[in-house]
Structures are given as structure tokens and as C-alpha cells.
């Protein structure tokens, strides 16, 4: 059977998962003991890892 449809959704486009990416980080974040407002990480949404980290916890490695 010929493929008849490609879905191809970029992120937020048919479903808004930004609560969910600032929910994963602020999990993260705790686990080396930086704790985050929902809204400050929700800011550097959009980010890569490479800049968002660095934006809010600038002394890790």
C-alpha cells in the first residue's frame, strides 16, 4: 500500500507541550538542586539545551 499522508507537526504546532518541556526541566534542574519559578524556565523555552542551561544555572558544567 503507496503512503497516502505524511503528518508532520513541528513542536506547538498542533499540540502546546511547552507545560510539559517546563515541567521535564524544572525535574531536572532539581536533581542538582536549582529550583526554578514555572514562568523563568517557560521564558527560555525555545532554546536549545546548549543556551537554555547555561541562561539559568550560568556556574555548571
Known amino acids: 500500500m503507496p503512503i497516502q499522508a505524511v503528518l508532520f507537526d513541528i513542536d506547538g504546532t ?3 507541550s511547552n507545560d510539559f518541556h517546563v515541567a521535564a526541566w524544572q525535574e531536572a534542574f532539581a536533581t542538582i538542586g536549582a529550583r ?4 523563568v524556565i517557560h521564558d527560555q523555552i525555545g532554546k536549545g539545551t546548549d543556551m537554555l542551561v547555561p541562561a539559568l544555572v550560568p556556574d555548571v558544567d
Not at 526554578?36 to 514562568?39: G, L, M, T
Open 14 to 16: 498542533l499540540v502546546d
Open 36 to 39: 526554578f519559578d514555572a514562568q
